[in-house]
């Protein structure tokens, strides 16, 4: 790690610890209600579990309602969080589960051990400059065939936001907005090869569009 991976590693864990109860609360819903995003990790979830027994990385799992979720639709899965009181909130919500503190940037995880990567909402505190590595540490540990889902909000546009307070705490959080285009050409530059795209508009009080990208390691 290099001493800029280091300072944006540091920062989001330290704004996550900040926030882990009031997000937690928040956002209580894994897929906040809407069937269409739910529809989505459902097909994930058949990808992962028709292809390999191997377990399931949830990446970026937060407070665990997406890790919980696809335990319910059958996968063997585990959760890895750089927040250490996101970690713990999401052991005390559901203690059949595993959850680990750890970054998606280097996994401590042997090579082709994965049977599928779940990172919903997490590549969008990732700079641009190490999505590339990110997505090839993916590469690393998926088994081959096995699926990736990605999910983020999207703009027209790359735009990057900093945010400096929520929830009435005082933060430093980076936001990295990008097209489904440009996520997925690094996709394919990480060895990744692409399944599916799905767009939708933003829904209720959402401020973005959201993007989900389907890839799979190449067998």
């Known amino acids: 790690m290099t001493d800029v991976d280091m300072t944006f590693l540091e920062a989001t864990r330290t704004s996550y610890d900040a926030i882990a109860a009031d997000y937690a609360s928040r956002f209580p819903d894994a897929m906040g209600g809407v069937a269409l995003d739910r529809a989505v990790v459902g097909a994930f979830a058949e990808l992962a579990r028709t292809h390999s027994p191997a377990p399931v990385a949830d990446l970026g799992s937060g407070p665990g309602h997406v890790t919980a979720l696809l335990h319910d639709l059958g996968l063997p899965v585990f959760g890895v969080d750089l927040s250490p009181r996101m970690v713990a ?39 641009d400059e190490h999505l590339p590595a990110t997505f090839a540490e993916f590469h690393r540990v998926l088994r081959p065939g096995a699926p990736v889902l990605l999910s983020f909000q999207t703009t027209e546009a790359e735009d990057h ?59």
Do not use: C, N
């Open 89 to 127: 909130l999401a052991r005390r919500a559901h203690p059949g589960l595993r959850f680990h503190e750890g970054s998606m940037t280097g996994l401590d995880l042997p090579d082709a051990t994965l049977g599928g990567i779940a990172a919903l909402y997490s590549v969008i505190h990732v700079p």
């Open 161 to 219: 936001l900093h945010i400096s307070e929520r929830f009435g705490h005082e933060i430093a959080l980076d936001y990295y907005w990008r097209t489904p285009e440009q996520v997925e050409q690094l996709l394919i530059e990480a060895g990744l090869a692409p399944y599916a795209r799905v767009r939708r508009e933003a829904d209720g009080g959402e401020k973005y569009a959201r993007a989900f990208l389907l890839a799979r390691r190449p067998r």
